[in-house]
Every structure is written in structure tokens, then in C-alpha cells.
């Protein structure tokens, strides 16, 4: 059976792999990513549910509703069984007050996706992003209504910077307002950023952490054999930011999880899963699949682990430079810890 984590705060288990649900519906820009209707949805679930997967995720804005509608029937007669996670905040109608976090907008959304969803109550109910528009005090008086009036169980974000998240923490203590529980955070190889400072963020504040992509759109999938392929009409094409990839450095990563996944006899896709899976401060990683085939690969990701020495080829062949000021204060807790001299730990130029 598959493991639980407790995410965050709350004694709440989920599973350490949970179903996005992304691909169902396939309207408008989404039909790139699937178009999964009712009967293969229920046959995912189903799969999913036996496998030990308990929290599912959407959003309103998948297929602008659709992914909701369709996961709300595939789930039907069984919704006691799973946890459902939604989000809100992207615009998803032509009024200029459908998006963003106001309360207007928060209650809306949330009756709109109860409705959508067929049920009573939302498990986790997540921003989708940060509104730079509405005062953050707003924001979680809006969720606290839906909380007390037992809507929602569990409040939490995504997409959040550190500072954003830390206010709207600060916030909650000050004003006897609902907490987020829970971040949910783009994290793969070709995207470690989280490591900076979110996830020593969420540790520190006690909050989970849920993965979203952590195949990259795909390109960690291993199905791409170079920067030139084409991915036209793929996922990839619809998630991934090349403007913000090193290209170079992602199909050297990819080769190094092609060498482990010929060693170990399983998939690109599960070795990439595997690595975020396992890493400190992750409590459940997302995944998504067009096919059963897909899914009972991805599935197959938690069904072992690598070995310290496979988690080193990847963090080299994947680092990036720190950015500041972590650098800095890396060099200065070296030296705070083992101290080698007196004097600044970098090398001293006399001027001339």
C-alpha cells in the first residue's frame, strides 16, 4: 500500500502521490494537456484508489470548469473515499470580478466548484496564485467564512513567494484567521528553486508541501531525445517556460535519468518522480496521465527508491548556481561552523 505523509499541521494523511486532474475535460487552451471524459476519469480514480492515492486534485480553471464537472461524476458514490483539492483565482469568466482573491470572488468561486464538483464540502481549497490587487486581509476573512460555514475543510495556496506566504501566515496569527495548511509548488530537476527558501519556509511554519509537474511539462519523461524535438500540440508545449529553462542542462539531466532508469528496469518518467518524491520537506507529489498506461507507470514511482548514491548524479548533474543571498549565507555558515581563520571566507584582492 502505498505511503501516507501527514500534511503540514493538520494530523490529515494523504497519500505521497496524488491524481491532478488537469487533463479532463479538454476545453479551450487544456486540450493540449487531455481530454479525458467520465468513463476513462472513473477508470483513473478507480486506479488510483486502489493503488492508495486519497487526494485528488483541479482547479475551477481547468477547462474552465470542465475538469471539475467531469471529476465530480467520475467520484460519484465514492466521494467518502477521497480527499478533493480545488484552487481558484484565474479568470475564468468575461466579468472583470471573475478572478483574483477578493471575497466577492472567493465565495463565487467556491459555490461555483461545490456545484461543479457535486458535493457539500472541499477538502483543500487552495488559491491558485498570488492577487497583488486585494489585501491579503480580505483574502483569508473570505476563507474563513468558507471554513466556518463548513464548506471547506483545509485552506492553502500555490504559487506563493516566500514573503507572500510568510504575510498571509503572519496575518492568520495576528488576526485569529485561517491558516494555509499546505503550498503547492512547481518542483523537478529542471526546477529546484523551491529548495531555497520555500521548503525551509514550510518546514519551519508547519506546512505541507504538494508538487505540481514534476515531470517539467513532460520533457522529463525521457519521450524528447533532444532541445530540437519538436512539442508542437504537447504538454510541454502549454506548461513549460523555456525563456526560463537551461536547455543545455535539462537534456544533460535527461540523459542521466535515462542511464539510471536502463539500470534500475523502470521508466524515465519514475525516476524523475522518484527523485522529487523523496525529498526533504515533500509531502505529496502530483501526477497526471492520459492513459492507464501512463498512470500505472507513474503509479510504479512509489514503489521504490533511489539509492543515495543515484540521488548525487542527479543533484550534480541538476545544480544551479545559488542565487543571492544564499550564497552568502552558505559562505558564512561554513565558516560560522568550521571556522578556518579569521577574516571573510573568500579570497581577499588587495587593490593596486
Known amino acids: 500500500m502505498m505511503e501516507t505523509r501527514v500534511l503540514g499541521r493538520t494530523g490529515l494523511k494523504v497519500s505521497a502521490?496524488?491524481?491532478g486532474t488537469m487533463t479532463f475535460g479538454g476545453k479551450g487552451r487544456f486540450a493540449v494537456v487531455g481530454s479525458t471524459q467520465v468513463a476513462d476519469a472513473r477508470e483513473l480514480i478507480a486506479r488510483c484508489v486502489d493503488a492508495g492515492i486519497n487526494l485528488i486534485d483541479t482547479a475551477d480553471v481547468y477547462s474552465f470548469g470542465a475538469s471539475e464537472e467531469v471529476l465530480g461524476q467520475a467520484i460519484a458514490g465514492r466521494r467518502d473515499e477521497l480527499l478533493i483539492a480545488s484552487k481558484c483565482g484565474?479568470?475564468?469568466?468575461k466579468d472583470p470580478n471573475d478572478a483574483g482573491s477578493t471575497k466577492h470572488y472567493i465565495e463565487r468561486a467556491c459555490e461555483a466548484s461545490l456545484r461543479r464538483l457535486g458535493t457539500d464540502y472541499i477538502d483543500l481549497y487552495q488559491l491558485h496564485?498570488?492577487?497583488?490587487l486585494t489585501a491579503i486581509d480580505e483574502t483569508l476573512e473570505a476563507?474563513?467564512?468558507?471554513?466556518?460555514?463548513g464548506k471547506v475543510r483545509y485552506v492553502g495556496c500555490s504559487n506563493?513567494?516566500?514573503?507572500h506566504l510568510m504575510r498571509a501566515l503572519a496575518t492568520s496569527d495576528a488576526r485569529d484567521l485561517p491558516r494555509f495548511v499546505s503550498l503547492q509548488a512547481y518542483y523537478s530537476l529542471i526546477a529546484r528553486d523551491v529548495e531555497w527558501e520555500l521548503l525551509p519556509l514550510c518546514d519551519d511554519q508547519g506546512l505541507g508541501t504538494l508538487?505540481?509537474?514534476p515531470l517539467a511539462g513532460g520533457l522529463l519523461s525521457g519521450k524528447y531525445k533532444h532541445a530540437a524535438a519538436d512539442t508542437t500540440g504537447t504538454r510541454r508545449e502549454q506548461i513549460a517556460t523555456p525563456g526560463l529553462i537551461d536547455e543545455e542542462q535539462a537534456f544533460a539531466i535527461v540523459d542521466v535519468l535515462r542511464e539510471l532508469a536502463t539500470e534500475r528496469g523502470v521508466s524515465v518518467a519514475q525516476v524523475a518522480i522518484n527523485y522529487v518524491l523523496h525529498r526533504r520537506g515533500v509531502t505529496s507529489v502530483i501526477i497526471g496521465a492520459r492513459t492507464a498506461e501512463q498512470l500505472d507507470d507513474n503509479l510504479a514511482a512509489a514503489t521504490w527508491r533511489l539509492e543515495p548514491d543515484e540521488v548525487r548524479r542527479l543533484d550534480e548533474v541538476s545544480a544551479r548556481p545559488l542565487p543571492y543571498p544564499h550564497w552568502h549565507q552558505q559562505l558564512y555558515n561554513r565558516e560560522r561552523m568550521a571556522p578556518r581563520e579569521y577574516g571573510p571566507p573568500w579570497p581577499v584582492v588587495e587593490d593596486e
Open 17 to 19: 502521490l496524488s491524481f
Open 90 to 93: 484565474f479568470r475564468i469568466g
Open 129 to 132: 496564485s498570488v492577487d497583488e
Open 143 to 149: 476563507l474563513d467564512g468558507l471554513v466556518r460555514a
Open 160 to 163: 506563493y513567494a516566500g514573503w
Open 211 to 213: 508538487v505540481w509537474s
